[in-house]
T-cell receptor, first 113, second 114 residues
Framework: GAVVSQHPSRVICKSGTSVKIECRSL??????MFWYRQFPKQSLMLMAT?????????EQGVEKDKFLINHASLTLSTLTVTSAHPEDSSFYIC?????????FGPGTRLLVL | GENVEQHPSTLSVQEGDSAVIKCTYS??????FPWYKQELGKRPQLIID?????GEKKDQRIAVTLNKTAKHFSLHITETQPEDSAVYFC?????????????FGKGTHLIIQP
């Protein structure tokens, strides 16, 4: 399968700060990447679709001004959580692949104090 | 939008027995149905997937069946082993020539009793 990396693996930040998460496709070109969020012991929820060279598409209920997505190259998509609050604490995972199959990155565990 | 229901939420089976997890979906436009296995603290790993033009797919001990008319699909694991213990998620999407965002079921915690 395709290889997706993600950085950082975990981050702890103070309330009100911004956090940037990077998602890289290592062995394929990603015109589209997907960002999911997973709360403890829950399922994965699609947050947004990241499109290379154009604006991201956000799912209903996801604030685009709070979760900024940039997809400036075929191998890198970034998610920035702006003005993070404790309720944003979660596991953020990106996914992508060379076709319709999605391979997940290792995820980023965000804890906002 | 799509809604995926998954049952059961927890499944305990004896080692060596079979396990079956069932999912239903609501959107008739969905045409791609992957299954992921997630161990605690790890990323979801694709274990098998099926597309709507196929009714069944098998890979060693794992098989998936799809009934488009009834809008349900199932994961079958035979000869279960302790390492099969994990949370399993079904998902659906309406991929058209490329990837589309996945809608996941709520997951099944599979416990293999030694």
């Amino acid at each position: 399968g395709a290889v997706v990396s993600q950085h950082p693996s975990r981050v702890i930040c103070k309330s009100g700060t911004s956090v940037k998460i990077e998602c890289r496709s290592l062995d394929f070109q990603a015109t589209t990447m997907f960002w999911y969020r997973q709360f403890p012991k829950q399922s994965l929820m699609l947050m947004a679709t990241s499109n290379e060279g154009s604006k991201a598409t956000y799912e209903q209920g996801v604030e685009k001004d709070k979760f900024l997505i940039n997809h400036a190259s075929l191998t890198l998509s970034t998610l920035t959580v702006t003005s993070a609050h404790p309720e944003d604490s979660s596991f953020y995972i990106c996914a992508g692949g060379p076709g319709e199959t999605q391979y997940f990155g290792p995820g980023t565990r965000l804890l906002v104090l | 939008g799509e809604n995926v229901e998954q049952h059961p939420s927890t499944l305990s089976v004896q080692e060596g027995d079979s396990a079956v997890i069932k999912c239903t979906y609501s959107d008739s436009a969905s045409n791609y149905f992957p299954w992921y296995k997630q161990e605690l603290g790890k990323r979801p790993q694709l274990i098998i997937d099926i597309r709507s033009n196929v009714g069944e797919k098998k890979d060693q001990r794992i098989a998936v069946t799809l009934n488009k008319t009834a809008k349900h699909f199932s994961l079958h694991i035979t000869e279960t082993q302790p390492e099969d213990s994990a949370v399993y998620f079904c998902a659906a999407s309406a991929a058209r020539g490329g990837a589309d965002g996945l809608t996941f079921g709520k997951g099944t915690h599979l416990i293999i009793q030694p």
